[in-house]
């Protein structure tokens, strides 16, 4: 995303491919990866990297394209050198989109686990689910839900506690 954001060689070669890759979710990726690396852990890391690596992504460019033309001339301006105009200008002015995508890409993560044990895997709270629905046990699905619950909500509020953290400088408007 910061290459792409920074770069419009590379974003001109990169952006076509990734928009249409991106089109796809991450649920209709399972049964091709299923084929290609089997249900074992392998299926869970992929997944979830698929399921991350868009929002991530997205968010950065979109960050970095918001940023305002004036800013990177004032930097030209003091005489910034390429990794002070990262640190100092980009990576600030584009941290809440790249903050919102991380945010998007965990619980995406997170729910492209879930579903990945409720579709193939032997242990986990998605295979857990689908015992209870096997054995006739709603007590085990409700807890299985509840956890689920419960884990995205306590990621998305670690999450937020480190946005507001990394972004004191920002003031709320009211």
Do not use: C, N
Not at 7 to 26: D, E, G, I, M
Not at 29 to 42: K, N, Q, R, T, Y
Not at 80 to 96: G, I, S
Request: charged share 15%; hydrophobic share 55%; aromatic share 10%.
């Amino acid at each position: 995303g910061i290459g792409m954001g920074l770069s419009r060689t590379l974003r001109a070669y990169l952006y076509p491919s990734f928009s249409v890759v991106s089109q796809f979710p991450v649920l209709g990726w399972i049964p091709l990866l299923i084929i290609f690396v089997g249900i074992d852990e392998a299926l869970k890391i992929v997944a979830i990297s698929i399921a991350v690596v868009v929002p991530v992504t997205i968010g950065t460019l979109k960050g970095i394209d918001g940023i305002p033309a004036a800013w990177l001339e004032v930097a030209r301006v003091y005489g910034f050198r390429p990794m002070q105009v990262l640190t100092r200008v980009v990576l600030p002015a584009a941290a809440p989109s790249l903050f919102t995508g991380l945010r998007q890409a965990v619980m995406q993560a997170w729910l492209s686990l879930v579903f990945v044990e409720l579709l193939a895997s032997s242990e986990g709270i998605g295979y857990l689910i689908v015992w209870g629905r096997q054995l006739s046990q709603p007590d085990l699905v409700v807890a299985g839900m509840a956890v689920i619950a419960t884990v995205g909500m306590l990621l998305d509020a670690a999450l937020r506690a480190v946005e507001s953290r990394m972004q004191r400088w920002r003031r709320a408007a009211f």
